[in-house]
């Protein structure tokens, strides 16, 4: 199989990556800093825009939208390990995290970067949902969705 610079076959779920890492808003993570989200078995982002519309008789007939904001999200959905990897986040150190956050009295906040096909997305993070379920004969799942902490930080980037 050859390695070709050009190829444009379709992306395979496994391929889009979720990684997370500590910090402060005002310091973006080194490289080493990034860790894999965990046992990912699904990873989304909607943009889900807010828009307003014309009504205004001179345009047709047809109204017209504008987007005024987006309501950014990023989820993801795992299975949880008995015990975190190194490499990874994982969902232990994510519920440990979550709780410590708000048992001080601060926002659970992260950085974020999806890596989804062509684009790289980046942001400081609040995690605005975090559950598991525990079927008794079934894999342990857990599902995370997060919104940005600080708008100034979303950046969309052409993947290296």
């Not at 975190?84 to 974020?112: C, H, I, N």
Request: overall charge negative.
């Amino acid at each position: 199989m050859a390695i070709c610079p050009n190829d444009t076959i379709k992306l395979i779920g496994r391929q889009a990556t979720l990684e997370l890492a500590s910090g402060c808003a005002d310091t973006p993570p080194s490289e080493a800093e990034w860790l894999y989200a965990g046992a990912l078995t699904s990873k989304g982002i909607d943009f889900s825009p807010n828009t307003v519309t014309s009504e205004a008789d001179d345009q047709g007939g047809f109204q017209e939208s504008l987007v005024t904001n987006s309501d950014f999200t990023i989820t993801a959905e795992g299975e949880v390990r008995t015990k975190d990897r190194s490499d990874e986040f994982g969902f232990g150190r994510m519920v440990l995290y979550y709780s410590t956050e708000l048992k001080a009295r601060r926002q659970p906040t992260l950085w974020v970067r999806l890596g989804f096909g062509p684009v790289t997305l980046t942001m400081y993070a609040t995690i605005t949902a975090l559950s598991g379920d525990a079927g008794t004969n079934d894999i342990v799942t857990f599902s995370m969705e997060l919104h940005p902490a600080d708008s100034t930080t979303v950046t969309i980037e052409e993947a290296a």
